[in-house]
């Protein structure tokens, strides 16, 4: 059987050690940007939606206006009682 030379086992494992750095550091850097895209499209799709709720409550605010309703105060919201 051959012997393993220290040297060359000492070399083989530091080129192995290094291989695994530079992997973890790509992967961790490939993580980063898919989280930090997670984000942006999370605050994209949120910031979206505010908008459309925005329209939404304007078009009802129309359509309450156009019908002749108007916005009752309160957090009951109930009408004023009819004198009489």
Do not use: H
């Not at 709720?53 to 129309?62: G, T, W």
């Amino acid at each position: 059987m051959a012997e393993t030379d220290p040297k060359s086992v000492q070399d083989l494992t530091a080129v192995v050690q290094t291989l695994l750095q530079q992997m973890q550091d790509k992967f961790q850097t490939m993580s980063d940007q898919i989280i930090g895209r997670n984000i942006l499209f999370q605050t994209q799709m949120v910031d979206d939606m505010s908008c459309r709720i925005d329209d939404l409550e304007r078009n009802i605010a129309d359509l309450m206006m156009q019908a002749g309703v108007e916005e009752l105060e309160g957090e009951n919201k109930s009408p004023a009682p009819n004198k009489g």
